[in-house]
């Protein structure tokens, strides 16, 4: 397989799993919807860099020894099921504020770390029990013995780009003002169901079974 192949092929099955309803996208919703469009975006990053740490350990072969590997996988499934759980209750402690209260939180959003942005999406991504069998799976299909280093660096950007340009692509269909003034009018409560969507899936991680 090519490379153009290869591309299009990653890009074809990533773009359906990135577009999949999960952690990483409750996340970037409940973040642009609840602190704006710059914290959305810097979780996109987080979240884009976190897949980094798939790639890696797929490219040195290291997905299919987790993926096989009961006790890998368990210990993966507690950590990442766990910290989904906290996120969703940070979630449900969301509460109703009122405008002068809200240009106060404004303003103090603007001090929001990025960097704190980040890690919450990076952690988000990289904690995600099912990624090593996806990318098993994926890297399966386009990997060969006789693949180019510069060929796989090539597929591992790709597929962060794409993970960034679909979660950016979400932050700002959220942060657009017909959008996002219909949302802020219900802010907490959609807190709170996002918080609960994201405790379900943290509960779902840690009681399913990972084939």
């Known amino acids: 397989m090519d490379l153009m192949q290869g591309l299009l092929l990653i890009t074809s ?14 996340l970037v919703s409940q973040q642009t919807l609840s602190n704006g469009k710059q914290a959305g975006f810097m979780v996109s990053i987080g979240i884009a860099l976190g897949l980094s740490v798939h790639i890696i350990y797929s490219a040195l072969g290291l997905a299919a020894v987790i ?5 890998a996988l368990w210990t993966i499934k507690i950590i990442g099921g766990c910290y ?3 996120l969703g209750l940070q979630g449900l402690r969301a509460k109703a504020v009122s405008e002068v209260n809200n240009v106060i939180e404004q303003k103090a959003l603007k001090k929001h770390s990025n960097l704190a942005a980040i890690a919450k999406g990076f952690l988000c991504n990289a904690l995600n029990p099912k990624a090593p069998i996806y990318f098993v ?13 510069l060929h796989l ?6 597929m962060m780009i794409l993970q960034l340009l679909w979660f950016s692509t979400v932050v700002a269909l959220l942060s657009r003002p017909s959008v996002n003034a219909k949302f802020q009018r219900l802010g907490h409560w959609i807190d709170r169901v ?18």
Do not use: C, E, R
């Not at 990135?18 to 952690?23: F, L, Q, W």
């Not at 996002?194 to 084939?211: E, P, Y």
């Open 13 to 26: 099955i990533h773009l359906l799993a990135a577009a999949s309803p999960g952690p990483d996208f409750v």
């Open 67 to 71: 993926a096989n590997s009961a006790t």
């Open 84 to 86: 989904l759980i906290y």
């Open 137 to 149: 799976a994926l890297f399966t299909v386009v990997l060969s013995p006789n693949l180019p280093t």
């Open 153 to 158: 660096v090539i597929y591992g950007v790709w």
């Open 194 to 211: 996002l918080g609960g969507a994201m405790i379900l899936i943290g509960l779902k991680v840690l009681t399913s079974k990972i084939n």
